[in-house]
């Protein structure tokens, strides 16, 4: 079984800078399939919204969940050490939300699994 680890939320004032990180635990044999990572944003009673996915060949797509954010949020992997990381610049307080990271798992038998982590908390105050 490959688990999910977020960390990097906390309470941070407008217009500061935060970077989120995601690692990725389990079998060699399990985290060499992974297909893609991914980070999502939820708002409090809101829909869990895609961020930006990438691939180890750094294919990278934004989803409603940048929110127009992309020229100033980053996301990055570290093959290697199976870590996923958003940099979020110039935080607004619309940004408050728990961010998810996902991941995805190519089996043998041509077929997909995916883990989710537990997510961390963003809080933007103004």
């Known amino acids: 079984q490959v688990q999910l680890v977020e960390s990097g939320g906390g309470l941070v004032q407008a217009g500061e800078s935060l970077r989120l990180s995601c690692a990725a635990s389990?079998?060699?044999?399990?985290?060499?399939?992974?297909?893609?990572m991914a980070w999502y944003r939820q708002p409090p009673g809101d829909l869990r919204q895609l961020i930006a996915q990438?691939?180890?060949?750094?294919?990278?797509?934004?989803?409603k969940g940048a929110n127009g954010r992309s020229a100033i949020s980053t996301i990055s992997g570290d093959n290697a050490k199976k870590m996923l990381y958003l940099q979020m610049n110039g935080l607004k307080p619309e940004d408050t939300a728990r961010y998810y990271c996902?991941?995805?798992?190519?089996?043998?038998?041509?077929?997909?699994?995916?883990?989710w982590g537990q997510g961390t908390q963003v809080t933007v105050s103004s």
């Open positions: 996902k991941l995805h798992i190519l089996r043998s038998d041509g077929l997909t699994d995916v883990v």
């Open positions: 389990g079998s060699p044999g399990s985290l060499a399939g992974i297909s893609a």
């Open positions: 990438t691939t180890p060949n750094n294919f990278t797509t934004f989803g």
